[in-house]
């Protein structure tokens, strides 16, 4: 089979081509230059998509003896990711940039170059299993499972991609890399947002939508309890940060309950208000069989890295999936996915996800 081998000059990425390789497939590495300005991206061990991993992937791609390239998807990254992005948090909601990031570069742009190039599929250092019966489950290393982020992948997406790291754990990966040579062996794993310089999410986004101020009220009475510079800063949830005047009466602490962009306000209250039992959610994504237009039960995860709770799911009449949760959930925020799972001994089956409203 041919394939392109997606190298981000990462380790798993690294690991990921060698394994084609000694499959027998004919491998072709390439980067992804995704940064208009590499300067303005993550540097150093924490980056992505910079320099560096450009000559990292590059080093790899000559050890393992396979042909390199450098693709520039920059001004595709920066419309589909980076202003989805803004403009995901100016309406209020909480986006995932690197779920974005694999629905419409990795698996769309990528895919779609490659298959037009004649490379039967794409092989990815994603952290999750794919297997003959063509559904995607988790990875045996939980800690650094990926199949959340993978869950917005269509049938004939997974039907070209190729997920080599997903039976193993990332220690093995990183052993395996240096019994190999790569140099990236040792290489620190990528964090926090590739394209926020200094991680200073807050300064990004008012760079971009300006100081917007407004008020911060309390949910219960209507009261206002502090200011803010724009509502874009928040997400549900949030704890820190919120600078409030008036203590609450209880002494406990407040939590974003809501931003309301029409209004420019920032709701809070207590803990226990962020508790929530049921989840609709938009443009479902359903790779392992038709969509549940009956209840199905399953288990659903509700942000990456989050805690998995068993739930019922349907699809509406207009197209909505909703989710009834078995147990309340704090903190589900607008513009995550909500992935389900289906239990299975040899790991926990995708079985489809969608974007919360």
Sequence with gaps: MKVLAAMSGGVDSAVAAARAVDAGHDVTGVHLALARNPQTYRTGARGCCTLEDSRDARRAADVLGIPFYVWDLADRFHEDVVETFVAEYAAGRTPNPCLRCNEKIKFAAVLDRAVALGFDAVVTGHHARLGPDGLLRRSVDEAKDQSYVLAVLTREQLDRSVFPLGDSTKAQVRAEAARRGLAVAEKPDSHDICFIADGDTRGFLANRLGEAPGDIVDAGTGAVLGAHSGAYAYTVGQRKGLALGVPAPDGRPRYVLSITPKTNTVTVGPAEALEVSTVSAERP?????????????????????????????????????????????????????????????????????????
């Design 285 to 357: 994504v359903w790779p392992t069989a038709p969509l549940p237009t009956t209840p199905i039960s399953c288990e659903v995860q509700l942000r990456a890295h989050g805690q998995v709770v068993p739930a019922t799911v349907h699809l509406t009449d207009d197209g909505t999936l909703h989710a009834d949760l078995h147990r309340p959930v704090r903190g589900v925020a607008a513009g995550q996915a909500i992935v389900a799972y289906r239990p299975d001994p040899a790991g926990d089956v995708v079985l489809g996800s969608a974007t919360i409203m």
